[in-house]
């Protein structure tokens, strides 16, 4: 049984292995083509602004229907067509960056030392003072115990779990959100709890995904966040989970292994 | 001076040419797409036996090439007295440091980072075109 266990654990780890390498091929080799498109794209901006500046002294040698045809080409075809190349560009560009960044991390040494846990989600709440202040939220936090586990990784989740929790209160309602932590025999656990607008049950499972958001998409973000918590998690030898209820709240509970064995993984 | 341009993405050679020429810069430019070329062609053998491009030549490679990758061409352009003293500018995509070690380590001239965004890209090679246009080269190197 251990054996098999075992042998099942190296698999998998392959596995990871190998899709980690090839999100970062993808995200590698897909990006050279895009350089050239958003390239090419500037190029034609070029070229038509090289048209348009000679345009005044064309249009009066042709005929009435031809320069209705050009200078519509030249003042609205062309410039919305590269409008909407570049604006697609863009978001390409975005969307491999966010996986060349959650392979990354699921690849990046880990430095693991002792944090205390308490003075590093101060120094989170500090960094979202502002946020806090104004949608007046009450911030409780521990007391937390230390824990063996990477800075700035920990920084990573407790700062995106709590941006989260104050980005999703409901408008109006006093927030509160509450910081928790306990060492048990072979985690420790922490849990962040809101009393914000709550998740869907449905939607649950994918709030963890690379880039999907879910209900009303009326916070900004680039539905990454998660899934890059959720990786730094495992390679904490931890899990993530979510309960919540619509209207009432959401707890984001972690844990953190206390030994870890620190291999690369792939989400 | 002929400007000899290691790159196997012909839509990525054309737009470091076009802000070339942006920089004013007239020498003649040859893009190659494979390490092996640059290598013949440095040394006029095989497809380029018996040519009679101009001399001197000023390398700028890419590392990443089908067959032959930059590493070697770099490594064999280096290693041989006859074409040790070729200028070679690596044009590289990634700020990896150990890249760039490797590459000063193995005797590139000059190592530069491609920015990804265009207009940096453009405005770094235009750059790039101006430096090489007071560059002094040997003769008949």
């Given at each position: 049984?251990?054996?098999?266990?075992?042998?099942?654990?190296?698999?998998?780890?392959e596995?990871n292995?190998?899709?980690?390498?090839?999100?970062y091929?993808?995200?590698?080799?897909?990006?050279?083509?895009l350089v050239?498109?958003?390239?090419f794209?500037?190029?034609?901006?070029?070229a038509?602004?090289?048209?348009?500046?000679a345009?005044?002294a064309?249009?009066?040698h042709?005929?009435?229907?031809?320069r209705?045809?050009?200078?519509?080409?030249l003042?609205q075809?062309?410039?919305e067509?590269?409008?909407?190349?570049?604006t697609?560009?863009?978001?390409?560009?975005?969307?491999?960056?966010a996986?060349?960044?959650?392979s990354?991390?699921?690849?990046?040494?880990?430095?693991?030392e002792?944090?205390?846990?308490?003075a590093?989600?101060h120094?989170?709440?500090?960094?979202?003072?502002?946020?806090?202040?104004?949608?007046?939220?009450q911030?409780t936090?521990?007391?937390?115990?230390?824990v063996?586990?990477?800075r700035?990784?920990?920084?990573q989740?407790?700062?995106?779990?709590?941006a989260?929790?104050?980005?999703?209160?409901v408008?109006?309602?006093p927030?509160?959100?509450?910081?928790t932590?306990?060492?048990?025999?072979?985690?420790?656990?922490?849990?962040?709890?809101?009393?914000?607008?709550?998740?869907?049950?449905?939607?649950?499972?994918?709030?963890?995904?690379?880039f999907r958001?879910v209900?009303?998409?009326?916070?900004?973000?680039e539905?990454?966040?998660?899934?890059?918590?959720?990786?730094l998690?495992q390679?904490?030898?931890g899990e993530i989970?979510c309960?919540?209820?619509w209207?009432?709240?959401?707890?984001?509970?972690?844990?953190?292994?206390?030994q870890i064995?620190?291999?690369?993984?792939?989400? | 001076?002929?400007?000899?341009?290691v790159?196997?993405d012909?839509?990525q050679?054309?737009l470091?040419?076009?802000?070339l020429?942006?920089?004013?810069?007239?020498?003649?430019i040859?893009?190659?797409s494979?390490g092996q070329q640059?290598?013949?062609?440095?040394?006029k053998?095989?497809?380029?036996?018996?040519?009679?491009?101009?001399l001197?030549?000023?390398?700028?490679l890419?590392?990443?090439?089908?067959?032959?990758d930059g590493y070697?061409?770099l490594?064999?352009?280096?290693?041989?007295a006859?074409?040790?003293h070729?200028p070679?500018?690596i044009?590289?995509?990634t700020?990896?440091?150990?890249?760039?070690?490797?590459?000063?380590?193995?005797?590139?001239?000059?190592?530069l980072?491609?920015?990804?965004?265009y207009e940096?890209f453009?405005?770094?090679i235009?750059?790039?075109?101006?430096?090489?246009s007071?560059?002094?080269?040997?003769?008949?190197?």
């Open positions: 049984m251990e054996g098999r266990v075992k042998e099942r654990t190296v698999e998998l780890e596995a292995e190998e899709v980690r390498r090839f999100a091929i993808v995200s590698h080799d897909l990006r050279a083509p050239n498109l958003q390239g794209a500037s190029e034609l901006r070029i038509s602004d090289v048209l348009q500046a345009l005044p064309v249009l009066p042709l005929e009435p229907s031809q209705t045809d050009v200078s519509h080409v003042d075809d062309i410039p067509v590269l409008g909407f190349i570049e697609s560009v863009t978001r390409m560009d975005h969307l491999i960056g996986i060349l960044h959650l990354r991390l699921g690849h990046r040494d880990l430095h693991l002792s944090l205390d846990m308490q590093l989600v120094g989170t709440v500090q960094t979202l003072a502002h946020q806090i202040a104004a949608c007046q939220a911030v936090v521990g007391p937390l115990p230390t063996t586990a990477d700035t990784a920990m920084e989740i407790m700062g995106n779990l709590m989260n929790a104050v980005a999703y209160l408008p109006g309602r927030g509160e959100i509450v910081v932590g306990e060492r048990h025999a072979d985690v420790t656990v922490f849990a962040v709890r809101d009393n914000g607008r709550g998740i869907a049950t449905d939607d649950i499972p994918k709030v963890f995904e690379p958001r209900g009303s998409q009326d916070v900004p973000g539905g990454m966040g998660l899934a890059y918590v959720r990786i998690v390679r904490h030898g989970w309960h919540s209820t209207g009432v709240g959401t707890t984001f509970t972690v844990t953190i292994a206390h064995a620190g291999g690369p993984r792939a989400f | 001076m002929t400007i000899v341009l790159e196997d012909p839509g050679a054309r470091i040419e076009r802000n020429r942006r920089a004013y810069c007239t020498n003649d040859v893009t190659l494979a640059a290598v013949d062609y440095r040394l053998e095989c497809t380029y036996a018996g040519a009679t491009h101009a001197p030549l000023l390398l700028l890419d590392l990443n090439l089908p067959g032959l070697q061409v490594t064999c352009l280096k290693a041989d006859p074409t040790r070729i070679l500018i044009l590289s995509t700020e990896e440091p150990s890249e760039t070690e490797r590459c000063y380590a193995l005797g590139c001239n000059i190592y980072t491609k920015p990804v965004e940096q453009a405005a770094a235009r750059q790039l075109g101006l430096f090489l007071i560059v002094k080269l040997p003769l008949g190197v």
